[in-house]
């Protein structure tokens, strides 16, 4: 199993940063691909950005120049940021956690709220 702890949300005025973090624990061995997603109220769950074991990154074209994903690999531990720049209020929603691998994990956050104000 995986237990994945996210934190950094918050509220912030349009055109400021925010900063989200997950930290994943326990089986991280089997973990490649740990991504973003976001739903905003009424709305579907949609892939903000990834990141694979080997460094590849995604981003949906929302996103893209304005966020930015990255991973750091510990002993026990692996942690994906989200970097969010520029933002403006339609990047207000909930933001999850993902993580993927072998075995089909598959393992979700609790997810982190983001509301960016005009």
């Known amino acids: 199993q995986v237990q994945l702890v996210e934190s950094g949300g918050g509220l912030v005025q349009a055109g400021g940063s925010l900063r989200v973090s997950c930290v994943a624990s326990?089986?991280?061995?089997?973990?490649?691909?740990m991504g973003w997603y976001r739903q905003a109220p009424g709305k579907q769950r949609v892939l903000v950005a990834y990141?694979?074991?080997?460094?590849?990154?995604?981003?949906a074209d929302a996103v893209k120049g304005r966020f930015s994903i990255s991973r750091d690999n510990a002993k026990n531990t692996v942690t994906v940021y989200l970097q969010m720049n520029s933002l403006k209020p339609e990047h207000t929603a909930v933001y999850y956690c993902?993580?993927?691998?072998?075995?089909?994990?598959?393992?979700w956050g609790q997810g982190t709220q983001v509301t960016v104000s005009s």
């Open positions: 990141i694979t074991g080997g460094g590849n990154t995604g981003y």
């Open positions: 326990g089986s991280i061995f089997s973990i490649n691909t």
């Open positions: 993902n993580v993927t691998g072998r075995s089909a994990l598959d393992y």
